[in-house]
């Protein structure tokens, strides 16, 4: 059974996921745009660079986002505090 800090926490992860890679394409979308009429890209290989940039851009956020938002996770009742479940001491 999955404890309720548990999925609030991945709902989290995954709200900053998707934020990440919706940043990261729309960058991408308005980078590899200027840079297709930068470099006087021909005609349909426009769409192909345009997209390729997007999808190059939101999936490097999307990844950076995911690998931040999974190395700690915050007790919803104080955000200061870190969850005692994730950083305990092993002392046996």
């Known amino acids: 059974m999955v404890s309720k800090e548990t999925k609030s926490c991945l709902t989290r992860i995954a709200g900053g ?7 990261g394409a729309a960058a991408g979308a308005v980078y590899g745009t200027f ?12 769409i192909r660079h345009v997209g390729q940039s997007t999808l190059a851009s939101a999936g ?22 870190l969850h005692s479940e994730v950083w305990h001491d092993n002392k046996d």
């Open 17 to 23: 996921v998707a934020l990440g890679g919706a940043v």
């Open 35 to 46: 840079e297709a009429f930068r470099y006087k890209i021909p005609g349909a290989l426009k």
């Open 60 to 81: 490097i956020i999307f990844f950076a986002s995911r690998s931040r938002n999974q190395s700690v996770m915050w007790d919803e009742n104080d955000s200061s505090a």
